[in-house]
C-alpha cells in the first residue's frame, strides 16, 4: 500500500489517492506520526512538481506539511530547492511556521531558495516573515554570505533591498568573513560593485587571519596575466576608490600568525615542565615498592616502604625528587610571568633550572628502578647495568651542557663587544674612513 501511494506522488495520480485513502483510511495519518515505511507522499510529489496533487493532498491531510524528512527536511525545502511557486504558496497557507524550519545542514527554506537563486520563492517566503532572513546556519554564514558563495548576485540584491537591518551587511561567518571578504575572494565584481555602492559596508574590516578585503585581493593577483587579473586589478581599483586599506604583516596580532620560534620555545618548556613536576608529585605521594598496608613493631601502616629497606639512601632520594618537582614549578611560574626571552641572564638561569631539573628526576628513577629490582643473584647485575647506564648518560648529558654553555658565552661576548663598539667608537661625519691604507679610522 505505500509503494502504492509514493507512486500516486510520482505520477500525480489523484483517483489512484483517493482509492488508496478509501481502502485505508489511516495511511496519511501514519505518514504524520513518523510510522508510514515508505517515502513521505508529500515530498515525492514536490520532488516531481506535482501541484494539482500536493494541493489536493494538503487539503484532504494539511498536517503533511509539518512532517520533517531524515534526508530532505520539511516539504517547504523541497518546494524551495526546486522552486515551485505554486506549492511554496499552498505549504505556507497551511503551514507558515514551516518557514522556519531547518533541515540537517541548519538551512531554513529561504536559505535553499538563496542557494538556489530562485527570487520569486523568496519573495514569497519573505512575505510571511523576514524573521527567518536573518537567521545564521549552523556554520556562521548568513542568507547573504549563501548567496555569495552560490554566486546569486540577483538574490542578494533582493534580501539587501527587504531586509530591515542595515547593519546586517557587516555580519561575518566563523571565520571573521563579511561578504565583501568572501566576494573578493572569490572575484565577483558585480556583486562587489553593488555592495560598496548601496550598502553601507565596513571596507575595512578585518577577518580573523588579519586581513582586509584589499589584503585578501592583494594576495589572489596572478603571476600571469590572464582576464582573472584584470577582475582582480578593477577590484583593486574599487576598493581602492572605497577607501579600503591593507595591513602590513606587522600590524597583525601576534595570536593570529603563526607562532614564533620563541612563542614555540615557551611552549615547549611549559610542556616539559608540567610533565616533569607530574612525575615528580606521583613518585613523592606513591613511591616504588608502595606504602604498609599494617601497623608493626617494625613499620607504620602508609609509610614508604622504600623508607625502612633503604634507610640511607631514602632521604638523598626524596631530596632529588623534591627539587626536581620544586624546580618544575619555578620553570612554570618563570613562564607565566612572562620573562624576557631574549636576555642572556634569563636565558642562562632557564637552561641551568632545565638541566637541574632533568639530572634530578634522572637521579629519582635510577634510585627507583635500583630499590625495585630483584635482590640476589640479580641485584648485582641490575645494579652494574644502572650504574654504567648512570655514567654514560651523566656524561653525555654534561658535554651537551657544557658545549651550550661554551656557546652561550660566545654569544654573550660577541654580543658585549658590539655594543661597546657600537657605544664608543665615532664615525667621522665628512669622512668616514682614512686615507692611510683606505682602513676604517678607528
Given at each position: 500500500m505505500?509503494?502504492?501511494?509514493c507512486?500516486?506522488a510520482?505520477?500525480?495520480?489523484l483517483?489512484?489517492?483517493?482509492?488508496i485513502?478509501?481502502?485505508?483510511?489511516?495511511i496519511?495519518?501514519?505518514?504524520?506520526?513518523?510510522?508510514?515505511?515508505?517515502?513521505?507522499?508529500?515530498?515525492?510529489?514536490?520532488?516531481?512538481?506535482?501541484?494539482?496533487?500536493?494541493?489536493?493532498?494538503?487539503?484532504?491531510?494539511?498536517?503533511?506539511a509539518?512532517?520533517l524528512?531524515a534526508?530532505?527536511?520539511?516539504?517547504?525545502?523541497v518546494?524551495?530547492?526546486?522552486?515551485?511557486?505554486d506549492?511554496?504558496k499552498?505549504?505556507?497557507?497551511?503551514?507558515?511556521?514551516?518557514c522556519?524550519?531547518?533541515?540537517?545542514?541548519g538551512?531554513?527554506?529561504?536559505?535553499?531558495?538563496?542557494?538556489k537563486?530562485?527570487v520569486?520563492?523568496?519573495?514569497?517566503?519573505?512575505?510571511?516573515?523576514?524573521?527567518?532572513?536573518?537567521?545564521?546556519?549552523?556554520?556562521?554564514?548568513t542568507?547573504?554570505?549563501?548567496?555569495?558563495?552560490?554566486?546569486?548576485f540577483?538574490?542578494?540584491?533582493l534580501?539587501?533591498k527587504?531586509?530591515?537591518?542595515?547593519?546586517?551587511?557587516?555580519?561575518?561567518?566563523?571565520?571573521?568573513?563579511?561578504?565583501l571578504?568572501?566576494?573578493?575572494?572569490?572575484?565577483?565584481?558585480e556583486?562587489?560593485?553593488h555592495?560598496l555602492?548601496n550598502?553601507?559596508i565596513?571596507?575595512?574590516?578585518?577577518?580573523?587571519?588579519g586581513?582586509?578585503?584589499?589584503?585578501?585581493?592583494s594576495?589572489?593577483v596572478p603571476?600571469?596575466?590572464?582576464?582573472k587579473?584584470?577582475?582582480?586589478?578593477?577590484?583593486?581599483?574599487?576598493?581602492?576608490?572605497?577607501?579600503?586599506v591593507?595591513?602590513?604583516?606587522?600590524?597583525?596580532?601576534d595570536?593570529?600568525?603563526?607562532?614564533?620560534?620563541?612563542?614555540?620555545r615557551?611552549?615547549?618548556f611549559?610542556?616539559?615542565s608540567?610533565?616533569?613536576?607530574?612525575?615528580?608529585?606521583?613518585?613523592?605521594?606513591?613511591?616504588?615498592?608502595g606504602?604498609?598496608?599494617?601497623?608493626?613493631?617494625?613499620h607504620?601502616?602508609g609509610?614508604?616502604?622504600?623508607?625502612?629497606?633503604?634507610?640511607?639512601l631514602?632521604?638523598i632520594?626524596?631530596?632529588?625528587?623534591?627539587?626536581g618537582?620544586?624546580?618544575?614549578?619555578?620553570?612554570?611560574q618563570?613562564?607565566?610571568?612572562?620573562?624576557?626571552?631574549?636576555?642572556?641572564?634569563?636565558?642562562?638561569?632557564?637552561?641551568?633550572?632545565?638541566?637541574?631539573?632533568?639530572?634530578t628526576t634522572?637521579?629519582?628513577?635510577?634510585?627507583?628502578?635500583?630499590?625495585?629490582?630483584?635482590?640476589?643473584?640479580?641485584e648485582?647485575?641490575?645494579?652494574?647495568?644502572?650504574?654504567?647506564?648512570?655514567?654514560?648518560?651523566?656524561a653525555?648529558?654534561?658535554?651537551?651542557?657544557?658545549?651550550?654553555?661554551?656557546?652561550?658565552?660566545?654569544?654573550?661576548?660577541?654580543?658585549?663587544?658590539?655594543?661597546?663598539?657600537?657605544?664608543?667608537?665615532?664615525?667621522?661625519?665628512?669622512?668616514?674612513?682614512s686615507?692611510?691604507?683606505?682602513?676604517?679610522?678607528?
Amino acid at each position: 500500500m505505500e509503494e502504492c501511494l509514493c507512486d500516486a506522488a510520482m505520477r500525480g495520480d489523484l483517483e489512484l489517492l483517493l482509492d488508496i485513502i478509501a481502502r485505508d483510511k489511516y495511511i496519511l495519518d501514519r505518514v504524520v506520526v513518523g510510522i508510514f515505511k515508505g517515502k513521505n507522499p508529500l515530498h515525492v510529489a514536490i520532488s516531481t512538481g506535482q501541484t494539482k496533487f500536493v494541493q489536493n493532498l494538503l487539503e484532504i491531510k494539511p498536517n503533511l506539511a509539518n512532517v520533517l524528512d531524515a534526508e530532505l527536511g520539511a516539504a517547504l525545502h523541497v518546494a524551495s530547492a526546486k522552486g515551485h511557486l505554486d506549492i511554496v504558496k499552498a505549504l505556507v497557507k497551511v503551514s507558515p511556521e514551516t518557514c522556519l524550519a531547518h533541515d540537517r545542514d541548519g538551512n531554513n527554506p529561504l536559505h535553499v531558495a538563496a542557494m538556489k537563486g530562485h527570487v520569486q520563492v523568496i519573495k514569497e517566503l519573505l512575505r510571511t516573515s523576514s524573521v527567518e532572513a536573518q537567521v545564521k546556519v549552523d556554520r556562521g554564514d548568513t542568507i547573504l554570505h549563501l548567496c555569495v558563495k552560490y554566486y546569486q548576485f540577483r538574490c542578494l540584491e533582493l534580501l539587501l533591498k527587504v531586509i530591515p537591518n542595515p547593519n546586517f551587511v557587516n555580519d561575518a561567518d566563523t571565520s571573521g568573513n563579511t561578504i565583501l571578504h568572501l566576494a573578493v575572494h572569490e572575484n565577483q565584481l558585480e556583486i562587489i560593485e553593488h555592495v560598496l555602492g548601496n550598502t553601507k559596508i565596513a571596507v575595512n574590516a578585518i577577518n580573523k587571519c588579519g586581513q582586509t578585503a584589499l589584503d585578501i585581493n592583494s594576495h589572489l593577483v596572478p603571476k600571469n596575466p590572464t582576464d582573472k587579473e584584470d577582475v582582480q586589478v578593477k577590484i583593486r581599483e574599487i576598493l581602492l576608490n572605497a577607501g579600503a586599506v591593507g595591513r602590513e604583516k606587522d600590524t597583525v596580532k601576534d595570536e593570529l600568525l603563526e607562532p614564533s620560534w620563541q612563542t614555540k620555545r615557551r611552549n615547549t618548556f611549559m610542556i616539559v615542565s608540567s610533565l616533569i613536576a607530574t612525575m615528580s608529585y606521583q613518585v613523592g605521594v606513591n613511591p616504588p615498592g608502595g606504602v604498609w598496608l599494617d601497623d608493626s613493631a617494625e613499620h607504620k601502616v602508609g609509610k614508604a616502604i622504600l623508607g625502612y629497606n633503604y634507610p640511607d639512601l631514602y632521604p638523598i632520594f626524596m631530596c632529588f625528587n623534591t627539587i626536581g618537582f620544586l624546580l618544575s614549578l619555578t620553570t612554570i611560574q618563570l613562564l607565566i610571568i612572562t620573562l624576557p626571552e631574549r636576555g642572556w641572564v634569563f636565558r642562562g638561569i632557564q637552561a641551568v633550572i632545565s638541566w637541574c631539573t632533568i639530572m634530578t628526576t634522572a637521579f629519582a628513577y635510577l634510585f627507583s628502578v635500583f630499590a625495585i629490582s630483584p635482590g640476589d643473584k640479580y641485584e648485582r647485575g641490575a645494579s652494574r647495568a644502572i650504574k654504567i647506564t648512570a655514567v654514560l648518560w651523566v656524561a653525555i648529558m654534561s658535554l651537551l651542557f657544557g658545549i651550550q654553555a661554551r656557546q652561550m658565552k660566545i654569544d654573550f661576548c660577541n654580543e658585549r663587544r658590539f655594543r661597546v663598539f657600537q657605544g664608543h667608537h665615532r664615525w667621522p661625519e665628512s669622512n668616514p674612513t682614512s686615507v692611510r691604507g683606505n682602513e676604517p679610522n678607528v
